[in-house]
Structure formats: C-alpha cells, structure tokens
C-alpha cells in the first residue's frame, strides 16, 4: 500500500511517499481502505518535528473510508460500510483520563496517511447523512473539539453570545454550531475578505483584530458591556488575555490552541475578578462524536473545505496550511 511517513527529526522536507505491506486485521479489528483525510495544528507539530514521534511514522489523526474486511469476533461493521475515525480510541465516554488519551492516530500509533489501516472496530463511528468522505474525513478533530468546547463544557443555550477566533477548522465548526444552538456569534479575522466569508457563514458581528487590537474590549462592547458568555480561545498566551477582556462574569473560556506559543502572561487578577471558567480542550470522546453526527443530521450543517489534494502532496497541503492562505479544512483524498 501507499502511504506517507515522517522521517525523524521531522520537516515537510521530510515527508517521504513509501509503500509498505498491507495490514490485516486482528480479532476485533477491522480493515479500513482511507478514502481521505484532513489537516490539523496536531498533525502539522508532527511532521514538523514539535511532537516527537517514532521515526517513520504515519502521521494525520483524522480518516474516512470504506471496511474492506473484518477481524474474528467484530460486530456492527461489515464490508462496505462508510467509516469515520476516531481521535481518541480509548475514549469511548465520559470526561478524559491519562488511559483514554493515549493512542492517538499519527502520533502516539500509525494514523491515516496510508491507503489501509487496521484498528479496533471501536475506534470508528458512522458518517452524517449524505456527507461524502472527504467531508467526514474534516469532523474528528476540528469539529469534535468545537463541539465539546462549546456543547459539553460551556453548555451553551440560546440566546447566549459565542467569540471565535480566525477561520481555521475549528472556529469555523464552532461558528456554524454556535448558530445552530441558536447563539449570536462574534467572530475575528485579521483579513476583510475573510470576515465577509464568516459573515455569509452567519456570523452575526465581525472585528478585525490587525485593525483593533484590543478586539477583547471591541467584542464586550458588542455585547453593551456585558461581555460574550463563551469563547473559542484558539491563540493561546497571545490572546488570552483579550478574551479574559472580552467574557463576561461568570463567562466560559474554552483553551483549545497555542497557535501564539507555549506559555505567556495571563491577567490572572481580571479572570479571579469575573469568576470566569478556563477550561483545556482536547477533542472529545467517541460518545461525543456521536451526538456530534446526530446534532448534524439534524441541523443540515456541511462542512468548508478550503482545498483538497493527494496523498502525494502532503507536503504541499501543510506548506498551504503554514502560509495561513485557507479558510476552512485543507483535506487528503486518495
């Protein structure tokens, strides 16, 4: 089989088209043929080297495709049946733990950049209704961490008043979920063009952040001073204290991203004064993806894909994804 894998100590330079021996599943495996996959910030820290991982490893978490063959003892997966991964395989419900973290695809094990995987039949759930691989291929990660963000851990209702940042995958989920909840979404971009694509998406107030610095400040105002009930913290260090800025008392922040660094100044004293919750996201469980898929089939909600390009361009695919030219899921299809 073809596949793509990261020779240590990582680069887009480094990304090497092999082929290797098909697998085979085991007992309560199933046999996968990937159809497509997408791009993620996690998978990008792999190949370039700031996640360490096993020389040659297959890198990309997130895949769709159709079961090829099933291992002894599998139950509710047959030959062609439409697949869908899971981020985590071991979280199967309930909140995280150090056990349910581990064995992500293309990082702690082999992931999706390969034509044929063999994984537990648990580690997969069914697609959305009418959407095609390529577009399912976009929701483990990006739309699944959104989701949890804002449907599990802020609890959001309507009515309620959401922040998202830029237009990557995740933000952009968490915009069209936020919508669907019957929330009022404030969303920032630095770039006009792209404020008027999240405006068509059904954002309700828009600010430039490169234009207005103190955009935290900008989006309370939207609010009448009240301040956003949520936010999809995205940045990190760089830009956290600006939603700090812009929640409300009492207001919910979900830490998803660290796109400004590893660490940084937090106006701790402004976040004890507004009572405000700060809560580390990392995607969610199989459980979660789920109600994540029947929420929407519900709801209509389609996917943005910015670009699509072959297995044998992954490099290409991240160096789009480097120079920040997307807007929405830059996906894999083979």
């Known amino acids: 089989m073809k596949l793509a894998a990261v020779k240590s100590p990582g680069g887009l330079d480094r990304i090497a088209i092999e082929n290797r021996p098909q697998p085979v599943p085991r007992p309560g495996e199933v046999l996968v043929r990937v159809r497509a996959s997408s791009l993620n910030f996690h998978d990008l820290a792999v190949v370039n080297g700031t996640i360490k991982v096993a020389d040659g490893r297959i890198p990309m978490s997130d895949g769709a495709g159709e079961v090829v063959g099933v291992g002894e003892g599998v139950s509710g997966w047959r030959a062609g049946d439409q697949v869908l991964s899971t981020f985590f395989p071991n979280w199967s419900s309930g909140g995280p733990s150090q056990e349910r973290l581990a064995g992500v695809p293309g990082d702690h094990a082999d992931g999706f950049a390969a034509e044929y995987v063999a994984l537990p039949a648990s580690a997969f759930t069914r697609l959305p209704k009418g959407w095609s691989l390529t577009e399912a291929a976009t929701l483990p990660c990006a739309a699944l961490t959104a989701w949890r963000a804002l449907m599990v851990e802020a609890r959001i209702k309507p009515g309620d008043i959401v922040l998202t940042q830029g237009t990557g995958g995740v933000s952009i989920f968490a915009l069209q979920f936020a919508k669907a909840a019957g929330a009022t979404v404030i ?148």
């Open 187 to 334: 969303a920032t971009s630095s770039s006009a063009e792209k404020l008027a694509r999240l405006k068509a998406l059904g954002a309700d107030h828009l600010v430039n952040y490169r234009d207005n610095p103190d955009w935290g400040q900008a989006a309370a105002a939207l609010t009448g001073g009240r301040g956003v009930d949520a936010v999809v913290e995205i940045g990190g260090p760089g830009t956290l204290g600006q939603s700090i800025q812009a929640c409300r008392v009492g207001g919910h922040i979900s830490l998803i991203g660290v796109l400004t660094g590893w660490s940084g100044e937090v106006p701790t004293a402004l976040a004890m004064f507004k009572n405000i919750a700060i809560k580390g996201i990392t995607v969610g469980s199989r459980q979660g993806q789920e109600e994540m898929i029947a929420a929407i089939d519900a709801n209509g909600i389609r996917p943005v894909i910015d670009s699509r390009f072959p297995l044998e361009r992954i490099a290409d695919a991240f160096a789009r994804q480097v120079a920040q030219q997307h807007f929405g899921k830059i996906c894999l299809e083979f």
